[in-house]
């Protein structure tokens, strides 16, 4: 018993730590016009250098550029006065519907925005290969197995003529 609460802590300890390693990947689409790097950290070099580590990061970037309406890692990250207005259009969308509703549909249909945004919110593009998952518990399936703190830190999308 005393092993299992000394790992746990350990474990504990590790996942309050800064994630201050970790790798940054790319991913370019077939056809040359979208490119994505994505920033993913961990606590340790070691884990940072893992196979599959590595190629979370990668699945990751493959996902974002499949994803073009994705801004935004997590939802904290979202400005205020980005979500006040879309919030704003949403009401205006139910301007017509009865009084009683209209903040359940505004707020509805603000999820539905932040799914399609935010990146930890959404399933992988790969579903067949992935479960259905999103990118938030394949984050967290990874950060138990290695037993590190893995943080998706941010990413960049590229697509000519955007």
């Keep these: 018993m005393e092993r299992l609460t000394a790992?746990?802590?350990s474990k504990l300890q590790k996942l309050g730590r800064d994630a201050s390693e970790g790798t940054v990947q790319s991913y370019i689409h077939a056809n040359g016009k979208v490119g994505v790097l994505v920033e993913v950290d961990c606590n340790?070099?070691?884990?940072?250098?893992?196979d599959e580590f590595i190629?979370?990061?990668?699945?990751?970037?493959?996902?974002v550029a499949g994803s073009p309406a994705t801004r935004y890692v997590s939802e904290e990250e979202i400005p205020a006065d980005a979500r006040e207005a879309e919030l704003r259009?949403?009401?205006?969308?139910?301007?017509?519907?009865?009084?009683?509703?209209?903040?359940k549909i505004a707020e509805g249909k603000l999820r539905?925005?932040?799914?399609?945004?935010?990146?930890?919110?959404?399933p992988h593009v790969n579903a067949d290969k992935h479960d259905g998952k999103t990118i938030e518990q394949l984050r967290a399936d990874l950060s138990a197995k290695t037993g590190e703190n893995v943080v998706?830190?941010?990413?960049?999308?590229?697509a000519v003529g955007e």
């Design 7 to 9: 790992q746990l802590a």
């Design 44 to 50: 340790t070099d070691f884990v940072a250098r893992n």
């Design 55 to 63: 190629a979370f990061a990668k699945d990751i970037a493959l996902h």
């Design 89 to 103: 259009v949403f009401e205006g969308q139910a301007a017509d519907k009865p009084e009683n509703v209209r903040a």
């Design 112 to 122: 539905k925005w932040m799914e399609e945004t935010v990146l930890l919110n959404q």
């Design 152 to 158: 998706v830190r941010r990413f960049t999308r590229f």
